[in-house]
Each structure stands twice: as C-alpha cells, then as structure tokens.
C-alpha cells in the first residue's frame, strides 16, 4: 500500500493550461511555467476555471487543443469559445483584489505624469484600477489599465495623435514608489501599429501564494498575452505568446 501512494505521489502530473482569447499562452508542469510553442495537440475535452478579479465557479470544457494556421499555435476548440483568461488549474485568491475606488482623481494624476514624462499629453483616462498584496508582504500594490480611448483598433495599421495604451504597476520598494510598466503602447512607440492592453485577470495559478497578472495586447490582425509574477519588488515575465501577422 505504501509503495502505491509513493508511486501515486512521483507520477508526473498533468500540465495546466492558461488560455486568452482560446489561445493559449503557456502550461504549468513539473512546477515550472513553459512554453507551448512546438507542443503537441491535446486531444481529449479539459475543463478550464475562470480567472478573473476574484473566486468564481465559472467554468467551460474545451474539446481538446489543437494547431492552429499558420504559426502552428495551440488553440482551445469548443464553441462558444469565451474570451477569458481560463485555467485548467486551481485558481487561488489567498488575499482580495479589490477595485479602487478613487481611480478619477489620485491615481489618475499618477498616470498623467508618467504619460508627460514619455511626452504624451492626451487625458488621463483609467479604464480599470485594482489594489492587491500580489506576493503577500503585506503592502498592497496597484494596477492602473488606461487609454485615451476604447477603439483604438479602428484605424487599422493607422493612428491619432495623442493615442497610448498602458498597463502600470504600482509598488512600494525600499521605501518609495515605483512605477512599472507591463505595457506601454502609442505611435511614437510601435510606428504605426496600435495596441489595445488590458488588464485580464489577477490569481495564484500555481499555489505559491503569490498572485500572478495576466494582461493581453491586441493588434492589427493580431493578439499576445503574457503571465507575469511580482515577488520581492521584482516583476518577471513567466510565459507569453501571441499569434497573428
């Protein structure tokens, strides 16, 4: 009997997928996060828990994962295939994630400096802002999703002038304030494409205790997402991926 619970506990266990937009972006297996690019197609139904701001039941099946044209991608197929991010793993909030709530005034002259510090001069404009104690030190880091308007994909390869798209941290540091960008997007930036990011969802995939950020950027005839992890002051990249032309 002992022999078979060692054995249980030492097989190796099935990876976890993370999925944005039905793509998806990177497996946990082996306690590690990798990537899925080159992985082969999956081809049984995997039910996937929904990540979002905070605990939810909310859960789809996918048919399996399939390679995607012509990058050779990994796609969830099922239909309805819903937006996400979704996770074939637990979920875990070990601390809330809550909206913050004067977003109009404080924060968004955070973001209006560090946009006249990069030399845009457009408004100010928070779309989302939440507070959390992402690596549980207990101080509570926030997380600012501003544009300066929500078609910014409308033009195609075109732009106006003043457009940005940003995704800010905002964490304390030996005792200061620190400002992180996980994206940053405008004209000057990436030519003439345009970027719409968003802040997709905020949970503990990997049961650490510490809570990662998925965020995703969209583009002309294209999309990434990217899973990151802040512990430490640190903000590290754990997978992403993206597919498009």
Known sequence: MLLICAALALAPKSPSY???????????ENRGWHSVEGAA???????FNEMRFGPSRLTWTAKGLLKGDPNMVLYAEGDPRPDGPWFSGTVGYPRPVSAVSNAGSVYSGVVRAFLRKNGITSEARITRAVSVDLDGDGTREVILEARNR????DEGMGHKSGDYSLILLRSLRGGRVVETPLFFDHPSKSE?????DKLQGIGDLDGDGVMEIVASSAYYEGASATLFRYRRGRLTKLVEFGDGV
């Open 18 to 28: 993370l999925i944005v937009n039905g793509l998806v972006i990177g497996r946990f």
């Open 150 to 153: 929500d078609n910014l994909l």
């Open 192 to 196: 003439s494409m345009n970027m719409m």
């Open 41 to 47: 197609e999956v081809k049984r139904p995997i039910r």
